[in-house]
């Protein structure tokens, strides 16, 4: 009996090593989804930043239009309090356009910002995923070779956990 036990000790070594690759899955889980997460969260305001930009393009081309409508009206007039008056509207209108030009320029800086920051977290999010992959088929070779008594299958099992574990260090790291 003291001798199958000594054969056998390799299966502390399954045990120790499946727990820290248990471990390392919850974590790369946990930490894959929070970037998941801040993917969700960027796209939106991504969007919404678009969507706002959106609208300060349509305010100004109405000012564009009215500028030139403004424009053929002064040609088609001779009063003087008239030009006077569309004089004042068309330099307010070019103040609006030029006003919504540099508010669209600093909005695009700020979605193309955060379009930025999204692909970051992408490239967390997808190293994560394939860590926790990793570490899932790394337990479960290792259980099936304790269950087996096959330590090629706990070798294999070590060989994948630690490419999870690579992977899980650049979730957090992003070295490539």
Known sequence: MAELSIKEKWIQGVALTTTIIAVCAALSTLRGGAFS??????????????????SKSTKQHICEVQLQAFEINEL??????????????ISQLKKDIARYDKEKAEIKKEAEQ??????EYKAHSGSFAIAAMLLQIAI???????????????????????????????????FF
């Open 114 to 119: 955060l379009n930025v920051l999204q692909q």
């Open 37 to 54: 997460t801040k993917v969700q969260i960027s796209t939106t305001q991504e969007s919404n930043k678009w969507s706002y930009f959106q």
């Open 76 to 89: 088609l007039t001779s009063n003087s309090v008239v030009i006077d008056t569309i004089d004042s509207k």
């Open 140 to 174: 479960m070779l290792s259980s099936v070779g304790a269950l087996m008594k096959k330590k090629w299958m706990w070798f294999a099992g070590m060989a994948l956990g630690a490419s999870g574990i690579v992977y899980m260090m650049n979730g957090f790291l992003l």
